[in-house]
């Protein structure tokens, strides 16, 4: 069996704030630090997540996070046929981590 060191946090972060920003081409200086933040803060919510370990929610994954943030950065797209009004970054995680637990787990809760 092979054994697969934990990369520190600060390595998480810096990754996901880079997919984050890859997927913007913003050229205004506070939307690039939410950008960056936005990605900081997603690795930091799938630190604590996985720390639960609940058995009902996988564990996540940069995978993970990637989809979360490809699904924002879609949403917001300014095409009129994609536009979704009231969802934001949250509201995102949230629809993702349901989507993923069995309705009758959802009724144990």
């Known amino acids: 069996m092979y054994y697969y060191p934990e990369p520190p946090m600060e390595d998480i972060e810096k990754i996901c704030g880079s997919i984050n920003f890859e997927l913007y081409n913003s050229k ?45 950065q879609f949403q917001s797209l300014e095409k009129k046929a994609y536009k979704y009004n009231n969802i934001d970054f949250i509201d995102n995680i949230v629809f993702y981590i349901l989507s993923g637990i069995y309705k009758k787990v959802l009724k144990d809760i």
Do not use: C, F, H
């Not at 936005?38 to 940069?62: C, D, F, V």
């Open 28 to 72: 205004d200086e506070l939307k690039k630090v939410q950008i960056l933040n936005n990605g900081k803060k997603i690795a930091q919510y799938m630190e604590e997540l996985n720390k639960l370990k609940l058995t009902y929610i996988p564990n996540w994954s940069i995978r993970d996070i990637t989809k979360v943030i490809k699904r924002v």
